[in-house]
């Protein structure tokens, strides 16, 4: 009879599988995709209060978006805090993001997140600028409401 058990014994090690080497595989491929994946994060002003839209859509791309804020006195910052004084300071801004953008294949666009007290033509100087600098699509910033 002992030697049965050592039989059956002997036929369960047989049918295991060993997998280390799998689990080694799975942690090779998380490490891979984190390492190479790259988090989009675009930063808000608390300053500039975007007006309410009721037909606004979410923008689920955010690649290739270049931030101008756009303030109610008619001043301009960037997404970093950078001030922007004169039409070649975002000239030069919108021209260096949109060479960034174009060596990683991203298309570039326009965000303007403008005050909802602020005139629109502050607004349509950034857009003609950024037309001449290339950049060609324009987002609005937005509250997107269910009313």
Do not use: W
Request: hydrophobic share 40%; aromatic share 8%.
């Amino acid at each position: 009879m002992s030697s049965k058990l050592r039989k059956s014994a002997a036929a369960e090690e047989e049918c295991a599988l060993d997998m280390s080497s799998m689990i080694d595989m799975v942690f090779l491929l998380l490490i891979f995709f984190v390492v190479n994946s790259s988090q989009i994060v675009v930063k808000q002003d608390s300053d500039v209060k975007p007006p309410v839209a009721s037909y606004g859509k979410k923008q689920d791309e955010k690649n290739g978006r270049i931030v101008v804020n756009v303030y109610k006195d008619g001043s301009y910052k960037s997404e970093q805090g950078v001030v922007l004084e004169t039409d070649e300071d975002i000239f030069e801004l919108v021209l260096k993001a949109k060479e960034a953008n174009d060596l990683r294949s991203y298309r570039s666009k326009l965000h303007l997140r403008g005050d909802k007290d602020a005139v629109f033509k502050y607004s349509r100087k950034v857009i003609a600028i950024s037309a001449k600098a290339g950049v060609e699509q324009v987002m609005f910033a937005t509250y997107v409401t269910d009313k």
